[in-house]
């Protein structure tokens, strides 16, 4: 598994996602401005309900350009430590009798994309999982909040 070839597929899972949540909040501010959305009466909102829709769209491209550039960071910049899990790993681990691979990074979390044909997640210090991975070391072992058990095999 390539770190660097992993870190290009998230950046362009996230620059598609990045293109979409733009073309989302053109369309709604465009019809928040068309005559058609006009109110034709005190209690029509369409036209109010739209400019609330292009403004979380535009606010939602905003965090992705933001992860972007923080992903692109990463990318520049080896992880500190192949020992530990820290931000950058990319990590294997298992979770009973399945194996999965994890990057760990500052932004995207739940960002899943596939490389070689293996699935990836994206997690976060933020989330239960990144909380209790954050500077494991290999053949660690740690619980999780559902009360299942994992390890961590193998730190790149």
């Given at each position: 598994m390539n770190r660097e070839i992993v870190i290009e597929t998230l950046l362009g899972s996230l620059r598609a996602r990045?293109?979409?949540?733009?073309?989302?909040?053109?369309?709604a501010a465009d019809y928040a401005t068309n005559e058609e959305s006009r109110a034709e009466s005190e209690w029509d909102t369409q036209g109010i309900e739209a400019s609330y829709l292009a403004a979380g769209q535009a606010a939602h491209a905003r965090e992705l350009m933001d992860s972007i550039q923080m992903i692109q960071g990463m990318l520049a910049s080896p992880p500190l430590s192949t020992e530990r899990?820290?931000?950058?790993?990319?990590?294997?681990?298992?979770?009973?009798?399945?194996?999965?691979?994890?990057y760990f990074a500052p932004t995207a979390g739940g960002?899943?994309?596939?490389?070689?044909?293996?699935e990836i997640t994206v997690v976060t210090p933020q989330s239960p999982l990144g909380h209790r991975l954050s500077g494991l070391t290999v053949g660690a072992s740690f619980d999780l909040p559902s009360g299942a058990t994992g390890s961590v095999l193998r730190i790149l």
């Open positions: 990045l293109s979409l949540a733009e073309n989302a909040s053109r369309d899990v820290v931000s950058g790993s990319l990590v294997q681990c298992r979770f009973d009798q399945d194996k999965e691979w994890l960002e899943v994309f596939k490389v070689d044909g293996m």
